[in-house]
């Protein structure tokens, strides 16, 4: 019924323009990201079973995806992903609570947009068959130090390993670089512009550290994993390999 047009409405009209409204209170358009970006969120996560026989909610799910690899949302996407942890972390110096830092509307804004760009990756193969072929938000995603590149996603993920206020964030940034990964057919290592001794330190670290959660520790067991199989130049940083 209505749920496909209102989601059109809000990936044409809303979501890539509300940055440029007036609000008298910042925090207000944040509400309104955080409320998007929710809803987005609950359709990538329908379960292969719950879509089976149900087509208006397939294609709801792929209008999304779609939508979502296309630049105008993507970027949106990707400045929330890119916001960088000495900003979040400054913005948590000045809260009253530091406890309440996952529920606090900047964290949920990246926290969701870094799930969110993992589903529509792992998702891209409905919308796109071909392997081969990169969607204008991957080309984005997937560029090297050395290109013009003022996002620099791949580095600005990877610093949210160091967030103190937040024991989420950690986690979904090896979970969305295990996903970079994997779909990412050149080298991530030459994305990171980082020393081998520095990529053991904010990673493997963490193993020895009987204060890291068990979930963090899983979460770049199946990183390492994943370059084992896809990334030959960061296997050869993890473990010290010269050939």
Known sequence: GVELPGLIFLLREVFPH????????????????????????????LSPEALKNDTPRTILRNVCVYSL?????????????????????????????????????????VQLSMTILMQILRLKHHVIPDPKLLSPLESAIYTQPKQRDNLRIIPVVTG?????????????????LRRFSIEFKMSLLACLDMEPDQIRVIFLQRLRDDLESDNLKIAVLEFVEACIHKQPGLTEAFFKVHY
């Open 18 to 45: 509300a940055h440029t409204w007036r609000f008298e209170n910042e925090s207000e358009r944040q509400k309104i990201y955080v409320f998007i970006l929710q809803y987005l969120f609950e359709i990538l996560q």
């Open 69 to 109: 690899l296309d630049l105008d949302n993507g970027m949106t996407l990707l400045k929330f992903v890119g916001v960088g942890n000495a900003y979040l972390q400054s913005v948590m110096e000045n809260e009253t609570s530091w406890m309440m830092a996952p529920e606090q509307s900047m964290n949920q804004l």
């Open 160 to 176: 949210y390993m160091n967030n103190i206020f937040n024991r989420r964030l950690p986690i979904l940034s090896c979970r969305l």
